[in-house]
């Protein structure tokens, strides 16, 4: 979810701010020659597919080719956090992960665990392997929230995370993180 318009990005201060230090690092949405895996759960199907067609669009936007796209299917979010190790440790490794999912607190007990395993399995796939594992799994209490929070516009979660994923790609190898 972005910021809201109280706390959103000033990118003016963001850049005087920036110019005070020696290096200030910044990753385009630029996604030519970039592998991506995409993780999407089946639970919640309908929200889910709505989250992988922005995230899709996304990507063609930004350059990625068909070809540097795989997408694995999950029976639910918490699965999602395996099929992203294997992309990040394949062995010729994705340059980064998205995973998209909906979990709904309306519809099961286990809402919490189901959502917070996932989280934490994400971060630490991202962590241990160093490879960008984006958490575009939706956490809401109704499902009207999760149809908002997919809707076919600029605030789609599954777009929001595809240029997630290639902001991070692009940061971690820009200057001095660079190779
Ligand atoms: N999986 C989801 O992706 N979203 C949910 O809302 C959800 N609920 O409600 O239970 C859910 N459960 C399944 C879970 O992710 C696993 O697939 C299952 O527990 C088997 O490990």
């Known amino acids: 979810m972005t910021s809201s318009k109280d ?17 200030a690092l910044y990753g ?7 592998r991506i895996g995409i993780c999407c759960g ?17 990507l063609d936007e930004a350059g990625v080719a068909k070809a540097d796209i795989s997408i694995a299917w999950a029976p639910g979010a918490f699965e999602l956090p395996l099929l992203a190790k ?9 340059d ?3 995973t998209l999912g909906a979990v709904i607190r309306g519809d099961t007990g ?22 960008p594992v984006i ?7 109704t ?21 997630t994923a290639l902001e991070m790609v692009n940061v971690l190898r820009s200057g001095s993180l660079g190779a």
């Open 7 to 23: 706390t959103e990005l000033d990118l003016t201060v963001a850049a005087v701010e920036s110019a005070r230090a020696g290096e």
């Open 28 to 34: 385009a949405h630029q996604g030519q020659g970039l």
């Open 42 to 58: 089946k639970f919640n199907g309908g929200i889910t597919t709505r989250l992988l067609q922005a995230a899709l669009d996304a």
């Open 86 to 94: 294997a992309y990040a440790t394949a062995p010729r490794p994705y």
């Open 96 to 98: 980064a992960v998205i």
């Open 110 to 131: 286990h809402y919490d665990v189901v959502a917070g395993e996932c989280a934490r399995g994400v971060q630490d796939v991202q962590l241990t392997t160093g490879v």
């Open 135 to 141: 958490f575009g799994v939706l956490t809401t209490d």
């Open 143 to 163: 499902v009207e929230q999760a149809l908002v929070r997919s809707l076919p516009d600029e605030t789609n979660k599954g777009r929001e995370s595809a240029h």
